[in-house]
């Protein structure tokens, strides 16, 4: 719904007009953590902004009120495919509805600059054409249903350490060519009805104060949205006379009456106040949360099963020496190895985590998958780190007799202020009803009764003074406190204490645990996380290792699923290391000399090193697959789909040749020194090799490209469509994808090697051929300096399928403009 539409449509001034000055400021904060602020008397209600991008969380974190768990961004973008990007907003628009949401604070459309970048899994790619082609399509998949997308984190905001407080140093053409052209599709052309502003500063100032967000969102690119702040981000009054429209969350802020003082002090133009209310209100038009405006309703295809589609269409095949598909008929006994193939990880850690109403893992879906053939199971390597809570299946509520725990929270005096039954033993309330402010401990009470006998550690998660009693008897007494100054990791990554418990199956175990809140930050006080849970006694490495590597060798076929965990991928801090942890590379290599038909899944959202992988019959990258992670890849193993996927993001072969890895701040500051030289641009000006381009991945078929022609020309304000034919010379149906990349020798001014500026997805039948054209804008073939410049003359475009392997090439001359 574009501007006009809703100024044509609702008389915004007059409704602003009828505001008091306090009204209009008081609009500009949040009325708690996830809504707005309404006003009935101008028909204006409360607006529901919630975490997504892969899925939507809703007001709630509470396994009580579920959440569709789609593929994470990794996944999604490696698809390639803006069709499958629309459709993927358009189920998240009906989750958003279904859980009365009007605004999902998603896509997160950060570049993939370092692969250290803790919120890696959370963007879609280190390259800005595909972020924002992709992110523009997602944007209209929510906005055409009448939910609100928020494009986040304004500006590079690309790594997590010391977040709140460190400034980016980056030029000015790097973030017009990098950075911000990620974003500028979804806004410019999708026009995003919202923006969510970061918490870094750029170039000296904070991202809530920025200049960025008037010049270029609204002077260049026509933003008439809302900029929301990160949860937070905002500290001071002097936002106010920035682009900064909406403070979150609320009631607490650094605006309202200082605000109000500074606009009747002068310092603060009320026509600026009036502009954030207008931009509030024309929000509020386009979700039906103003006056007779509805909400669109939403007509989307069934969640989970586009959800198990999505995850296949990303899987990425890295290597394959004929191992893939399988014949599940041909199959007599398959050995599935890997913490991640019983627990895998459907997503990251953070803000942008869901709650599924279930997950099937790996093993259970090859053992569904396979009946008849013998699959069993081996740990091989520990991969859990941290707690994993308990499900209501072994649970007994002490107060209610019935599956899952009671919660109290607990006055000063020890009055019980509330309570909740829940079905789980993971916590965190970040919203919603429960007087978390007003309480000054909390406290949960369960029996677990396991269902096998098991060495493990109980325990907690939590921040504050930790209790825990097992059958009556205190065990843990101890003042836990956070990792780091990070808000978000300390409430959502709290550390672990626990002590060793041995479980015997049907005996059930009462754990009573307690923590006492105290003092907490003003902005996050009525939020609170822990979890009441276990972990597996550590085993010798060398003995879980050989044990998976017998079975492996017993087997027909070996699949081992390896992959991160909470630990290292999550929102709050960046990674330390490539490498997998623990003790996987070694399980990898042993299961490998045991059975050379070794299939290795990679559970990750980003790059890992993986140095066995010209040892084993395949490499499948399932990234984090949503909660139909499972039941996709075993469609991929078995052949019922190809895996659809290509590298968004180049990976390296070793840590120590990634030419931009650096996301540690040196005396508060990140250097972007690399300029435009981000990603396989960066690469390609190596001496070094990386283990897989950017655009890397097979499927299950071939295909062959010619006949590639290119106009003579291209005007500076338009496009050329750059044609070629394309064959599937396989035997059964699949998928292509496309890359154009440009070059320009003896430009004037520093380039690229290449750099991407088309791609185009094709499916065809087997023995089909098409013609298709890719379009080419002059905008990509341009560079920044202080403007955009259009360098006349000849452009090499090459055509393949990576950034390296791209066989065809043709001409074409930019016009002067």
Sequence with gaps: MTTHD?????????????????????????RDFWSTVPIERIGLRSMTLSDGPSGVR????????????????????????????????????????RKGVDVVLGPTINIHRSPLGGRHFEAFSEDPLLTGDLAAAYVDGLQDAGVGATPKHYIANDFETDRFNVDVEVSERALREVYLLAFERAVAESQAWLVMSAYNSINGT????????TTPLVDEWGFDGVVVSDWTAVRSVASAAAGQHLVMPGPIGPWGAALVAAVGAGEIDEAVIDDKVRRILRLAHRVGALGDS????????????????????????????????WDASALRSVAVIGSNAEQ???????????VPERVDSPLECLVKALPGVDVRYSVGALNQVGLAGFAADVLTNPVTAGPGARVSFLAADGAELAVEDRLATDFVWFGG???????????????????ADAEIELGCAVTGRARLWIDGGLHIDEVLTPDGDDLGAALLSPRVTAVPVSLRAGVPVEVRFRVDLGERDDALSGALAFTVGSRPLQAAPEALIAEAAAAAAAADVAVVVVGTNSKVESEG????????????????AAVAAANPRTVVIVNAGAPVILPWRDDVAAVLLGWFGGQEFGHALVDVLTGVVEPGGRLPTTWAATEATVPVLDVTPVDGIVRYDEGIHVGHRAWLRSDAAPAYWFGHGGGYTEFSTTDLTAPATIAADGFADVE????????????????????????????????????????????????????????????WDGAWVFEPGDFTLRVGTTAVDLPLAATISLEES
């Design 573 to 588: 801090f960046d990674r330390d290391s490539l490498a997998l942890p623990g003790h996987q590379d070694a399980l990898v």
């Design 433 to 451: 009803d429960a007087p978390i402010a007003a309480s000054a401990a909390v406290e949960v009470a369960f029996a677990v009764t396991p269902q």
């Design 344 to 354: 895998a990880r459907t997503q990251g850690g953070g803000s942008a985590t869901v």
């Design 206 to 213: 904070t991202a809530t104060e920025s200049d960025l967000l």
């Design 6 to 30: 809703v100024d044509a449509a609702v008389d915004l001034d007059g409704l602003v007009a009828q505001l008091s000055l306090e009204e209009k400021v008081e609009l500009l904060t949040g």
């Design 724 to 783: 070629l034919t394309v064959t599937n010379t396989g035997t059964r149906a699949g998928k292509h994808v496309v890359l154009v990349f440009a070059e320009r020798p003896g430009s004037a001014v520093e380039r690229p090697a290449r750099w991407l500026v088309g791609h185009a997805v094709v499916r065809l039948d087997a023995g089909a051929s098409t013609r298709i054209g890719v379009p080419v804008k002059a905008r990509s073939l341009a560079y």
């Design 294 to 325: 509805v909400a669109a309703p939403v007509e989307a295809e069934d969640g989970p099963t586009f959800a198990r589609e999505a995850a296949a269409e990303g899987m990425v095949l890295l290597e394959n020496r004929g191992e893939l598909p």
């Design 58 to 97: 809703g007001p709630v974190w509470d396994e009580r009120s579920p959440s569709l768990n789609l593929p994470s961004a990794s996944a999604l973008s490696s698809s390639f495919d803006a069709d499958i990007a629309y459709r993927y907003g358009r189920v998240a628009a009906a989750e958003a509805r």
